[in-house]
């Protein structure tokens, strides 16, 4: 990782007339979007460093109602080892000590997965404010990111109130971000939209605006339980804004597309994308994350068929 | 485009991409290529993909996502899904009858000798699905030994090329009954009859997955499946030269193979035993007893 620290998104006073008047044409966008899967992507040698690129953007998540300290750990454990050594071996990538770029949990496992990761350089990154519906009381929410920051979460994925957007109380909204990251503190902050439920590609980025004029580190589509989580197309709109905001600015803000994000050739879109229309300086970690489960096994498996020629099995990869 | 058959003139005459059967969809061959298939005199009769590797991993992985939900289903289910398989061909059977006479220059007795064998094949093995039972074995301690049945998992076929109905038929409804998901490739002269199945399992409540069905050259496609990581068992039926290919690329994964060269009299009644063993594998259940 050749690319020098970066200052963090210090955020901008709120500029109602600038987020009015953001527009997007969904028909545009989504034929757009559309022709990036269906391009020639890398193939051979070329996609398999792609993939490894793939595994140090990931935060690989567990964030369900069943989680226990067992899973926390043993995700944990694959955090630090993303590979089998013998695909590693074999790719000649011993000297990258590859890892994945952060692990990410519910508050309650923040202690856990932060002593699981001792010494590996791993961030903790905690969904802290409500997660998923972010509804909860204001005061506790923002008590429940102070919290995860006490127990060692670097990262905070907050959750925006849908209401605001909806309603387009973009004041509310922006007051609601400022806070968060307030109390966040030297955490980063990755603002979750939840596209899902924000109806339009419009309302999409104008809360992307907003999140990043509030201060927001990274800008997130999804908790993984909308209905509809990370799109090509929205994502699309999302990394329109932050180039916008970008060139306004001069400061660079972060991209994490998460939820249902589940094949290494998904990834491999993704990475596309970010490169046509950020370039590669969003291609390292702290500019780009996966929020992913499945897809860590899927690129291990594109992995192995490259080291062997032959198509692998999930079960043969130790589990996240 | 489909060259006029009894069996299709009735249809305009449009290009129509021929399909493979993938995850219960007709999915275009990755590579957009098809293979011509004539009578035995040489005549045109229609088309069917060319699928490749690429084809039998996406039907693999349609094969993984189903065979979950199908070994769990209930025997009675899995059998009811077979009689309605066998019910929805022996309401087409004349025009099936028809499909093999003219692919394989069969007289039309014989090729309605086949379809009938077919469609009492699916009701045989929908019959067993619910009495391949296990057994309980006396051990040498005070206790016995549950054997258990189970399916394997998701098993390859390259279906005999002989009999093209009825071989496919034999060789996958043991497994399909025994909660299996089922990566077949037709027989390679011969694979209108298995093109034309797709529209009876989609209408017999197969589930996504549990069949498909990928045409194109058998040997070097059984081979793919062979070396596949995620196929728990090959069944190859043809040639020595294709026996051995299969059976040296599944040595690098220890799967399971059951092969055979050389043509099969698949009229004749076969060994269904024999078939649902190759289907299944044992699980048992040690159960000591205490004092």
């Known amino acids: ?320 | 485009m489909v060259a006029a058959t009894p069996v299709m003139e009735a249809l305009p005459a449009i290009d129509r991409t021929p399909k493979l059967f993938i995850g219960g969809k007709q999915a275009r061959p990755d590579a957009g290529y098809v293979r011509v298939i004539v009578d035995p005199k040489g005549r045109r009769l229609g088309e069917v993909g060319e699928g490749n590797r690429k084809d039998l991993r996406n039907a693999v992985e349609a094969a993984r996502a189903a065979v979950g939900g199908w070994s769990r289903a209930t025997a009675h289910l899995r059998a009811q899904i077979l009689y309605y398989v066998a019910e929805n061909l022996s309401a087409r059977r004349d025009e099936f009858a028809t499909r093999v006479r003219l692919m394989t220059g069969a007289t039309a007795a014989a090729a309605r000798a086949e379809v009938e064998t077919s469609i009492d094949r699916l009701f045989t093995y929908g019959a067993w699905a619910d009495k391949w039972d296990g057994a309980v074995h006396h051990v040498p301690i005070r206790g016995i030994a549950i054997a258990m049945p189970e399916a394997i998992g998701v098993v390859g076929v390259a279906a005999p090329d002989e009999a093209p109905l009825l071989g496919l038929i034999s060789t996958i409804a043991p497994l399909i009954a025994t909660g299996n998901a089922v990566v077949a490739i037709p027989s390679e002269p011969h694979p209108l009859a298995a093109t034309d199945l797709y529209t009876i399992f989609e209408s017999s409540d197969v589930p996504a997955g549990v069949v498909n069905l990928v045409t194109g050259a058998k040997d070097a496609l059984a081979t793919v499946l062979a070396a596949h990581d995620d196929v728990e068992s090959v069944w190859y039926w043809g040639t020595a030269a294709g026996r051995a290919a299969v059976e040296s690329a599944s040595a690098g994964n220890l799967k399971r193979t059951w092969c055979h060269a050389g043509p099969v009299d698949w009229t004749a009644a076969p060994d269904a035993r024999a078939f649902l063993r190759e289907a299944t594998h044992v699980k048992n259940i040690w159960v000591p007893y205490g004092e």
């Open chain 1, 1 to 320: 990782m050749s690319a020098g620290p970066l200052p963090r998104n210090p955020g901008q006073p709120l500029d109602l007339e600038v987020v009015r008047g953001i527009r997007v044409n969904r028909s545009a966008a989504e034929r757009r979007a559309a022709t990036i899967p269906t391009r020639r992507t890398v193939k051979k040698q070329w996609q398999a460093a792609w993939l490894l690129k793939g595994i140090a953007l990931m935060d690989l998540t567990t964030l369900s109602g069943d989680d226990t300290a067992g899973n926390v750990r043993r995700l944990c454990a694959k955090a630090r080892h993303p590979l089998r050594d013998d695909l590693t071996r074999a790719l000649g990538v011993e000297s990258l000590g590859l890892t994945v770029g952060a692990v990410c949990v519910y508050h309650r496992w923040v202690e856990t997965a932060v002593r699981a990761l001792e010494g590996s350089g791993i961030p903790v990154a905690a969904v802290s404010t409500g997660f998923p519906a972010g509804l909860s009381p204001f005061a506790q929410r923002l008590e429940e990111i102070r919290a995860s920051v006490a127990a060692g979460a670097r990262e905070i994925d907050i959750v925006i109130t849908r209401a605001h957007v909806l309603t387009g109380d973009w004041t509310a909204l922006y007051d609601e971000v400022r806070a968060f990251r307030e109390a966040c503190g030297d955490a980063h902050l990755k603002a979750i939209l939840a596209t899902g439920e924000l109806a339009t590609l419009t309302n999409v980025a104008r809360a992307s605006w907003v999140a990043m004029q509030a201060g927001a580190d990274f800008i997130k589509t999804s908790t993984g339980k909308e209905g509809v989580n990370a799109t090509l197309p929205v994502s699309l709109v999302m990394v329109r804004q932050i180039r916008a905001y970008h060139a306004a600015t001069g400061v660079h803000v972060g991209y994490k597309p998460a939820g249902g994000i589940r094949t290494a050739k998904q990834a491999l879109d993704y990475l596309l994308l970010m490169k046509e229309e950020l370039g590669g300086r969003w291609l390292h970690p702290d500019l780009f994350r996966f929020g992913a489960s499945a897809l860590l096994t899927d690129i291990e498996r594109q992995l192995e068929h490259f080291v062997t020629g032959r198509y692998a099995a999930a079960h043969r990869h130790p589990m996240p």
